[in-house]
Every structure is written in C-alpha cells, then in structure tokens.
C-alpha cells in the first residue's frame, strides 16, 4: 500500500525464500506496532549465496561465485516474471514508498550466513568478544571471518553462539541497481539480522515461557524447512537445513521424523510447545502433527503484540507465514526491546555510505 502521511515510523522487512521475496510493511502507531501490509512475490532467478569454506577444505559450505544480475536462467515451474529482472520485481514492491519515510531491514537463511556454537563465553564483551571469536572461527575455515559480519547470542547452556554474514549482501545490491527510480536515493538500511534469530525473537516477544518450558519452532518454507529449540526464552539447538519446502511430498513424516530424531540427539525428555512458521499452515500442517505430539502445544505463529486493524478481513494463520519479515520489521520500530537479541550484520562500508 502507498505510504500514509502521518502513519507514524515505519519499517519496510524483506526475506528471501528461493524465488520467493516477501515483503512486510509495519508502523508505530500510539506505541504499539501496527501490521500494513504484506506480501510474497516471484522473483525472476535464485540468489546463488557465498558460504563459508571449512579449514582444509572439507565440510562447511563450498563457495559459489555467480552474478546476481546475469541474464535470468529460465524460470521454475511457478516462479520468476518472464522478462523481468530481480531489480525490477524489488522495485514493484517498495517503488511506490518515499525512502526517506522507512527504514528497511531485511534477514538471511543459510548459507548466507552460518553459526557456530561455543561453550564459553570467554569472559569478554563487544568488540574484545568479536576479536576472540575471529580467531577461534579462522581455525576452523579456510578464511577468517569479516569482524562487521559478526554477532553473537547467549545459548541457554551458558555459551555462546557465533552467527557469522557470509556474503547476503544481493538485497543491497538490487537496491543500489533500483536507486534512480526512487528518487536517487536509498531508504536507511536499518539491520542485517538472522532468519532464524528473527524467529526466536518473534517466540520471545510474543509468548510468555517458563525457564524450563521447551519450545520447537518448525519453520517450512518455500525450498528448506529449519527446526529450533528453545530453552525458555533461550537458544539451544539449531538442527540441520531440511532441503525440502512445504509442497514437498510427505513433508508432515518428514518434520515428525527430524524432531524426534533431534529430540532423541540432544537427550530432551519433553517438548512442551511447537510453534509452526512459514508456508506449513498451506498444506495444514497443524492438523497432521497436533496428534503425533499430544503432549505439546501445536499451534501456528501468533501475536497479540501485533495491531492487525489496518487490514482487511482475517489474517488468521497467515501471519505465521511472514513471521521472519515480521520480526525483523518489529525490532527496527522497537530497538533495545528488552525481549530482542539485538543483533546486526550490516558491514561498515554500507555504514559509510549511508552517511556520505
């Protein structure tokens, strides 16, 4: 929807899935946050992303170097524009809202970022923290990491987990190729955050969770499908990207299977809650999984915190859908949010530039 004069701060999210980009926008408004508008669209080719390469050149993710802006491959069956370019699906979407009344943000999956949990938090903080961190990761990948692509959160065990930008950097790109047809200028990029952190944050923010509680988030998407546990309101366990989306055959065995076996690896005698984000509630998710764990609480994402008054009808299930864009949006309007972990992966040259 075109901006609104006297909306209040707004926050434009994005979050790409394969080849699909989904967008949210959201405002304060008498300090709450207030849901505008959402939607997914097709872009025209993949992100083909950097991952990290392990020390020795064994495990870890093998690097990709591919051009963004090449010439479109031909689009899958269901996605991408025909003649259309990924620049011009983005501007289809934000080209209609003034950039110097938003701030945009946006978040990353694997590969395009990756993690790496340690048990210590080695007695440091802020930059002493992310100086030690760069050091103890360069031994375990052919290169070290970028310091400014760095960040950490808290695990419930006492340690730490490194969440480290590998490249992630295509959505700045498209929006530098979109600059001179919004005004030749750019909206303030506000935060680079984590999907999956994003989901941990939307758990903490709206959900009221005993310490011991144990809580899965099972995010099915478009291509890949993440389980996360949670401690309380803490970190404990990422599992393994399933390569698979929420149209793949069978997707119902294949996430009742991985949580027991997760569950069985990381000896968790209960799961008091599975919360289900993404596209799971297109294929009814809920209903297949709800009987297999009768001890748990199964129930798609949702939030109170959120005002959905400004839309249309029922939104129902399908907030649980954006909830990453969501979260992401929620923590540009809200910094220092007590239920946040507030972290950033924007690199200091996009710093710079923003204050040129």
């Known amino acids: 929807?075109?901006?609104?004069?006297?909306?209040?701060?707004?926050?434009v999210a994005?979050?790409?899935?394969?080849?699909?980009?989904?967008?949210?926008?959201?405002?304060?408004?008498?300090?709450?946050?207030?849901?505008?508008?959402?939607?997914t669209v097709s872009l025209v080719q993949k992100f083909e992303e950097k991952g990290a390469v392990a020390a020795?050149?064994?495990?870890?993710?093998?690097?990709?170097?591919t051009d963004t802006f090449a010439a479109a491959a031909p689009a899958a069956e269901g996605g991408g524009q025909e003649g259309g370019t990924n620049a011009s699906v983005l501007l289809s979407v934000i080209g209609d809202l003034p950039p110097s009344k938003y701030?945009?943000?946006?978040?990353?999956?694997?590969?395009?970022?990756?993690?790496h949990e340690f048990d210590t938090d080695f007695g440091l903080k802020g930059i002493k923290l992310k100086k030690q961190l760069v050091q103890e990761l360069s031994t375990m990948r052919a290169a070290p990491p970028s310091i400014d692509g760095l960040?950490?959160?808290?695990?419930?065990?006492?340690?730490?987990l490194s969440i480290t930008r590998e490249d992630g950097l295509k959505l700045y790109d498209l929006l530098n190729e979109i600059k001179p047809f919004i005004g030749k200028r750019l909206p303030s990029l506000r935060i680079i955050d984590s999907a999956d952190v994003a989901l941990m944050n939307f758990v903490r923010t709206s959900y009221q969770l005993q310490d011991e509680e144990v809580t899965v988030i099972a995010y099915v998407g478009n291509e890949f499908t993440r389980l996360i546990f949670m401690q309380g309101?803490?970190?404990?366990?990422?599992?393994?990207?399933?390569?698979?989306?929420?149209?793949?055959?069978?997707?119902?065995?294949?996430?009742?299977?991985?949580?027991?076996?997760?569950?069985?690896?990381?000896?968790?005698?209960?799961?008091?809650?599975?919360?289900?984000?993404?596209?799971?509630?297109?294929?009814?998710?809920?209903?297949?999984?709800?009987?297999?764990?009768?001890?748990?609480?199964?129930?798609?994402?949702?939030?109170?915190?959120?005002?959905?008054?400004?839309?249309?009808?029922?939104i129902g299930e399908t907030l649980s859908e954006f909830a990453i864009p969501i979260a992401t949006a929620w923590r540009t309007l809200q910094p220092g949010h007590a239920g946040f972990y507030d972290i950033n992966l924007i690199p200091n040259s996009v710093i710079e530039e923003q204050k040129a």
């Open 1 to 11: 929807m075109p901006y609104q004069a006297g909306q209040g701060k707004t926050a």
């Open 14 to 39: 994005l979050f790409v899935d394969g080849l699909e980009l989904k967008y949210v926008q959201l405002a304060l408004k008498g300090g709450g946050v207030q849901l505008l508008e959402f939607k």
């Open 56 to 65: 020795g050149g064994e495990g870890g993710f093998g690097e990709i170097a």
């Open 103 to 115: 701030e945009l943000s946006f978040a990353l999956s694997e590969p395009a970022v990756t993690y």
């Open 151 to 160: 960040d950490t959160i808290s695990t419930a065990s006492g340690g730490l």
């Open 233 to 314: 309101n803490n970190y404990m366990h990422f599992a393994p990207v399933i390569s698979e989306g929420y149209n793949s055959p069978n997707i119902e065995n294949t996430l009742y299977s991985r949580i027991l076996l997760e569950q069985d690896n990381i000896a968790l005698t209960r799961i008091d809650r599975i919360l289900l984000a993404g596209d799971g509630h297109k294929v009814k998710l809920r209903d297949a999984l709800a009987p297999q764990f009768s001890s748990a609480a199964v129930e798609y994402f949702t939030s109170a915190e959120i005002d959905l008054s400004a839309l249309e009808g029922t």
